[in-house]
């Protein structure tokens, strides 16, 4: 049997509207924050009733994926150096800059690529907002464990590794642009 669409009347209202009294609102352009992270530029009007800024800290959510995506380049660079130090040319250059002390930096710079990518999983814990559902208990433990595992699986896909590092940088620099335009927009709204 197939599920009945809902009737929508001509003098139906719309569920979401931005307040007419910002540019932002009365533009009539609404964007998923999906959309306005990957273009800051997007206009992103308050939803009614939202007055000082969305529920959801996007700045802070910023600075965490920040975070998390500066861990995964620092990872990147010890793990890289470790292998350059194995591969000609890099080797002779890597081996004469650092001479009896080389065996070990690359023990120490390996060494701490466990320990970049714990400091990318936890910034990216943090981005997520799982921490405050866990502790409202709402959502089962197992369950948040599961989605988050799986949504930093699909974000160190995209943004972990060499051949990842331009659409890393990119992600980096909207986050930044990001993170001015809250901190902009909180200001105006204090």
Known sequence: MARKQPEITKDQGQLFTGVPTTQEGSGGN???WEEIESNPALNSPYLEGDVVYPAVDVESRAHHLHGALIAIGKANQREGFGLAS???PHASEIRGRYKKG??????????NVESFMQDAK?????????A???ASGLVPK?????????????????????PHRPGRDRYKANLKKQITKQKRLKRVTS
């Open 122 to 130: 936890r910034e990216f814990w943090s981005a997520t907002g799982f």
């Open 30 to 32: 609404f964007h998923t």
């Open 102 to 111: 080389t065996d070990a930096r690359v023990r120490h710079a390996t060494s």
């Open 132 to 134: 405050a559902l866990r």
């Open 142 to 162: 197992d369950e948040l464990d599961a989605r988050a595992a799986q949504m930093w699986r699909d974000f160190s896909r995209r943004f972990a590794g060499p």
């Open 86 to 88: 194995r591969i000609e």
